[in-house]
């Protein structure tokens, strides 16, 4: 797993974040309860919301973590907004040649779950990482990982912009 500070020029950051409360109010959002594979949701009681984010954003994206990821057919991004409760189980992202997260929250605290957990390669080791204003998490390598689920007490939902390279 690759981690990536600052990954974003603070312009695409501000306009991510934009865009992502301009999607609040239109309905255009999926859900993880009806899209995502039973085993993502193993354990798993609440819902997390996904919607494209819009080709002129992923394209800035894509420029901007180029150096980082894979060449790729098709580069995906989508707004991810982790609700009271949502989280993902173990998993690979076996279906994809990398995936990425990228954090849009201003700040995180850790007391509200929603941790990035992932199993490193070599030393079998868990690591756990929690949520950093525009850092950027990157599996090149299908390592297993998971997200704890978000709090009930969580002050705000956890905002994120996850990448898949096919």
């Given at each position: 797993m690759q981690i990536?500070?600052?990954?974003?020029?603070?312009e695409l950051y501000s306009a991510l974040v934009g865009e992502l409360k301009?999607?609040?109010?239109?309905?255009?959002?999926?859900?993880?309860?009806i899209i995502w594979q039973d085993f993502l949701k193993r354990g798993i009681i609440g819902t997390t919301l996904t919607t494209k984010v819009s080709q002129i954003l992923s394209n800035q994206?894509?420029?901007?973590?180029?150096?980082?990821?894979?060449?790729?057919?098709?580069?995906?991004?989508?707004?991810?907004?982790w609700q009271h409760n949502s989280?993902?189980?173990?998993?690979?992202?076996?279906?994809?040649?990398?995936?990425?997260?990228?954090?849009?929250?201003?700040?995180?605290?850790?007391n509200d779950g929603?941790?990035?957990?992932?199993?490193d390669l070599e030393t079998k080791e868990l690591k756990v990482l929690s949520p950093e204003k525009n850092m950027m998490v990157l599996n090149?390598?299908?390592?297993?990982?998971?997200?704890?689920?978000?709090?009930?007490?969580?002050?705000?939902?956890?905002?994120?912009?996850?990448i898949w390279g096919n």
């Open positions: 990536i500070k600052n990954a974003l020029s603070d301009e999607n609040f109010i239109q309905q255009k959002w999926s859900s993880s309860t994206i894509i420029r901007e973590i180029e150096e980082y990821i894979p060449k790729c057919d098709k580069i995906l991004c989508q707004f991810y907004v989280g993902i189980s173990r998993h690979d992202d076996g279906n994809h040649d990398f995936g990425a997260t990228i954090y849009l929250n201003e700040y995180w605290d850790m929603g941790l990035f957990i992932w199993e090149l390598n299908r390592e297993y990982h998971l997200v704890t689920p978000v709090l009930p007490c969580a002050e705000d939902f956890r905002y994120t912009v996850q």
